[in-house]
């Protein structure tokens, strides 16, 4: 964003609230790598992990102006979408444990993060499948007339599933307060989108289902911020549904914490030209460039995340597992 416009629309107080996100976000997901399967060690953390770094600022941006009244729906790659709509991380760390107290008490693992104090509904593994639950929200927003908004997060593999289509085509047809919201990282697992659909911008699915479709650039997080203020307004006061599609990038392998780009399925320069374009660098040079937080403070927000973060994934290291029998609690026959 350029520097005049961030000063006009960015003070200390939002850019720092916003860089904390960013920054928590990235620095969660680096405790993870640092401490899912090494040699050696205890295994803690069973469940597959899909890992969102490189796509910080979509998610951060996105859920900026959503109050906990507002419901957001996930897919696998859930961590961010969690953290950036106010998720608790002890709860989160506990739940990638498998432990009593994390957001499921352990039943559900990193690919169903949810915790409805915070409107963070169901994150779903099956491709496209939360789409139709945000639209189920928003509708019975609609009918209760109350000022709430559903956001559904989906990757591009989603817009090849027939139920993102119904979706879309029922939120636009009844006006629904939804907020689709694509990240284009190009990848459905180890497949390029130029290997499965033709040559088409995403948007376009918006414009043919008949509602507001933009395109923002997934790793500013000042840009996702200021391009939601009027897509959460639209649907929040005019009761409109919107598209939003995002491109952006992940570093890492589909599932796991590794890089994986000796498989030869990405290009060798993709991830190097990506990373220049490090979300967590985009926002800070953009504090840096307006002077709203000097090199000490960031430096110091910095520090203090990754010791509230060690020290939180020390203690789900240490926590109980819950009883067996907890487990058919909630399943009903
Ligand atoms: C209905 C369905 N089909 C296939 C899969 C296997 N699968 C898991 S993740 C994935 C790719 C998803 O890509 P995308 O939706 O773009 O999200 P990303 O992983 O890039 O965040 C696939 C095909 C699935 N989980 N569900």
Known sequence: ??????????????????????????????????????PGDRQEMRCPVHLSIGQEAAAVGACYHLTNDDRAFSTHRCHAHYLAKGGSVDKMALELHGKLGGCLDGRGGSMHLMDD??????????????????????????????????????????TEEGVFHESVNFASLKELPVIFVCENNLYSVYTHIDDRQPNRDLSEFGNAHGLKTIKVDGNDVFAVVDAFKDIVCRAREERK?????????????????????????????????????????????????????????????????QKQVSEIFDMAVDAPLPNPELASRFVYA
């Open 117 to 158: 104090d915070v409107g963070m509904m169901a994150s779903v593994p099956i491709v496209s499948s939360s789409i139709p639950l945000a639209v189920g929200a928003a509708l019975s927003d609609k009918i209760d007339e109350n000022k709430n908004v559903s956001l559904a997060f989906f990757g591009d593999a989603s």
């Open 241 to 305: 549904p919107s598209l939003v599609v995002m491109d952006t990038y992940r570093w890492r392998e589909h599932c796991g914490v590794n890089y994986d780009d000796h498989l030869g399925y990405r290009d060798a320069n993709e991830l190097p030209s990506w990373q220049k374009r490090d979300p967590v660098n985009i926002a800070i040079e953009a504090i840096k460039d307006a002077a709203l937080m000097s090199e000490k403070q960031i430096s110091n927000m910095k520090i203090s995340i």
């Open 1 to 38: 964003m350029e520097k005049t416009n961030f000063k006009n629309k960015f003070n200390q107080d939002s850019a720092q609230q916003i860089l904390y996100r960013t920054l928590l976000v990235r620095i969660v997901e680096e405790e993870i790598v640092e401490r899912y399967g090494k």
